[in-house]
């Protein structure tokens, strides 16, 4: 698998020979001036909240792309009215099966509204599995205690979680959620795109270091393999 960092916690991750989208959160996001929408193609688009920091773009990339819209039922219907070429809703609890594997959509503690007030459901984050190895994406939860039994249920390969704080985890929660998830490896989202979620990196660094877990802390365009 590879992850591809477009800032925030706006992610493609290659998984067989497919390409997923999370979160697309990019032209009204300064960091990821770089990265132009027009050359991104994802088979698929998953969605873990109404929020417009990570759904902004979803229903235009979907249209360019022909790629359906995984989220919860009520984003889903939403995104549909606004252009999105194919929605696969979901629920918490809930798998849908791929060429490449299984994407679940698991328990997230935030809330969850569309950019125009309407109710968005209820905020998630996502799992997905496959023969590559497994990657689960916090969105943007707070610590709950559900994440110590995704790690007794998968063994993760790498966890996405929010640092940034104020609006979601810090770096002390998601290095306590990191231990809850028993997970071989951490990369940070959802942090320095607002004044109110700068982080100091050094720190951060240090901090997991300190903890001896894995971490990576990348730039809008850079890439990891795992």
């Not at 249209?63 to 359906?68: G, Q, R, T």
């Not at 989220?71 to 629920?91: R, Y």
């Amino acid at each position: 698998m590879k992850i591809h960092y477009f800032g925030h916690s706006c992610f493609g991750l290659e998984v067989g020979s497919s390409y997923l989208l999370f979160d697309p959160f990019l032209t009204q996001n300064p960091l990821a001036h770089s990265i132009k929408v027009e050359n991104l193609h994802p088979q698929y688009i998953l969605v873990s909240h109404g929020h417009f920091d990570h759904i902004s773009d979803a229903a235009q990339i979907s249209k360019d792309n022909h790629a359906p819209i995984l989220s919860n039922f009520e984003i889903t219907l939403w995104l549909e009215k606004q252009g999105a070429t194919q929605i696969l809703p979901m629920n918490l609890g809930g798998s849908r099966s791929f060429n490449f594997g299984k994407i679940y959509f698991v328990q997230a503690a935030h809330s969850s509204s569309l950019p125009d007030g309407s109710y968005g459901g209820t905020a998630g984050g996502f799992i997905v599995e496959s023969p590559e190895g497994i990657i689960y994406y916090a969105g943007d939860s707070a610590i709950i205690s559900e994440m110590k039994l995704f790690g007794e249920l998968f063994k993760i390969d790498i966890a996405l979680l929010p640092i940034g704080g104020v609006f979601t985890m810090g770096i002390d929660e998601a290095i306590y959620a990191a231990k809850l998830l028993n997970c071989k490896q951490v990369m940070g989202v959802h942090f320095d795109t607002f004044d109110a979620i700068k982080i100091d990196h050094e720190e951060a660094k240090a901090k997991f270091q300190d903890e001896e877990i894995p971490f990576h802390l990348l730039k809008a365009g850079q890439s990891l393999e795992i």
